[in-house]
């Protein structure tokens, strides 16, 4: 099984890897960010079952998400967005990270099957599993100055 610190790693990898590339965006853990407030927040969650079960989430604020949507979509600024674009987009994102995830641990933790993106909307959102469960949550901070936060629910087969 992957150590959390290599888990947390590993996604942080991931994430970059899919901002810099799909949304064009460099992302960078952030020490000392707050979250952002206001905006009902956005919670894209993909969950794995196999040797390795749980579910990934990338949460961020209304605003934060219209941000992503559009360079991913590579529109001007301000040009508009409507809601299911902009969840699409962070579903999108969710599946892709997850994806890079997958890839770099199956040397060990190999059988990880993945669902489709969910998206949920609201204020406080938090990806809850049962019992047993490890989380890493971090945040991070892209584009000029974006906040979202990376988030990764787990147990190991039999864990």
Same mark, same amino acid.
């Given at each position: 099984m992957v150590a959390t610190a290599s888990l947390?790693?590993?996604?942080?990898? %991931? /994430?970059?890897?899919?901002?810099?590339?799909?949304?064009f965006m460099p992302l960078e853990k952030c020490a000392s *960010?707050?979250?952002?407030?206001?905006d009902p %927040?956005? +919670? %894209?969650?993909?969950?794995?079952?196999?040797? +390795?079960?749980? *579910?990934f989430?990338?949460? *961020?604020?209304?605003?934060?998400a219209q941000a992503v949507a559009a360079s991913m979509l590579c529109l001007e600024p301000g040009e508009p967005l409507g809601e299911n674009e902009v969840a699409d987009a962070l579903g999108e994102i /969710?599946?892709?990270?997850?994806g890079g995830i997958k890839t770099r641990i199956q040397q060990e933790t190999a059988g990880i099957e993945i669902s489709i993106p969910c998206i949920v909307r609201g204020h406080q959102l938090r990806s809850r599993l049962g019992e047993g469960m490890s989380r890493i949550t971090t945040p991070v901070t892209f584009g000029s100055a974006h906040q979202a936060e990376l988030s990764l629910l787990y147990r190991g087969h039999g864990g």
């Open positions: 947390e790693g590993v996604m942080l990898d %991931a /994430a970059k890897e899919v901002f810099e590339t799909m949304v *960010c707050e979250p952002e407030t206001g %927040a956005i +919670l %894209a969650t993909i969950t794995f079952t196999g040797d +390795l079960e749980g *579910c989430g990338i949460s *961020c604020d209304g605003r934060v /969710a599946n892709m990270i997850m």
